[in-house]
């Protein structure tokens, strides 16, 4: 059976879309999926937040799509068991002029996905239940190629002023991709982020969403959660820093939600 490929993707900087990457994937290979993460930001930041030390970064995605080297030469293993990474760095920063030349520039990544996939089972090589690739806070190069090989985006969305600001930017260029470089490119969900119970703005804006999206919305809503600012800066998903905060928790429950979802879409 072939990977499900999710695209983390919101243009806005700051909405949780690493923190969802890392904890989404921390969660289902807790219940026993095999998930592999593409740190496709220059940032580098779900590589860190994974424990992955810069000086152990040789091969990255910037290698596997600007020079097309075989994806399992950049996957790293992390600290949760059945989650692995391709480390991003700051050379992901200059992509856009690299493959300025290239007419089908767009489908690097997913050639790369693809021929991954094909391989592993003849090489013996992971063979991944879910693939998630977190995005930079743009509708970049990276973006597209992110877009271009998703089955699936994930839209992480916080509940804060101005949220829907820019989303309608996002879904034109969701169209634009599945007129022509990805016709069966999905929404899967919407995450509502940095939600504050003591804030009826956040209550607000998640009206808001709903009424726009509909049931595109997931029912977990990730609460705004020091716990889950603080793990980072340890190299741990929030799931083994501190298990039992609420954000911990909620990401279980995201899990347990986008597992419904793809059973519900495959039955």
């Known amino acids: 059976m072939r990977p499900r490929i999710f695209a983390v ?5 700051g909405v949780g879309k690493t923190t969802t990457s890392i904890n989404l994937g921390t969660a289902l290979a807790a219940v026993g999926r095999r998930v592999l993460i593409v740190d496709f930001d220059a940032q580098g930041n779900a590589s860190t937040g994974l424990g992955i030390e810069r000086t152990d970064r040789a091969t990255t995605s910037y290698d596997i799509v600007v020079d097309r080297l075989p994806l399992e030469q950049a996957v790293l293993s992390t600290i949760v068991p059945r989650l692995d990474i391709v480390p991003g760095d700051e050379n992901l920063s200059g992509v856009e002029t690299e493959l300025a030349a290239d007419p089908h ?15 592993a089972e003849e090489q013996g090589l992971p063979r991944y239940d879910y693939i998630l690739i977190d995005c930079p806070p743009s509708l970049s190069a990276l973006t597209m190629n992110a877009m271009t090989a998703a089955d699936a985006l994930l839209v992480p969305l916080q ?5 829907l600001e820019g989303l309608s930017q996002l879904l034109r260029t969701v169209d634009v991709v599945r007129q022509g470089l990805n016709p069966n490119l999905e929404i899967q969900g919407v995450v509502l982020t ?10 607000q804006v998640a009206d808001e969403v709903r009424a726009f999206f509909g ?17 980072p800066s340890f190299g741990k998903p929030a799931l083994l ?3 039992r905060c609420p954000g911990s ?7 347990s939600e986008v ?7 495959a039955a």
Do not use: W
């Open 9 to 13: 993707v919101n243009q806005k900087g």
């Open 105 to 119: 520039r767009s489908y690097r990544l997913r050639e790369a996905l693809h021929n991954y996939i094909d391989r």
């Open 159 to 163: 509940c804060e002023f101005l949220a």
């Open 194 to 203: 940095m939600y504050d119970r003591r804030n009826n703005l956040s209550d």
């Open 215 to 231: 049931n595109k919305v997931y029912n977990t809503v990730i609460p705004r959660n020091v716990r889950l600012s603080e793990a």
């Open 241 to 243: 820093y501190d298990y």
């Open 249 to 255: 928790e909620a990401y279980i429950r995201l899990a």
């Open 259 to 265: 597992l419904q979802r793809e059973k519900a879409r």
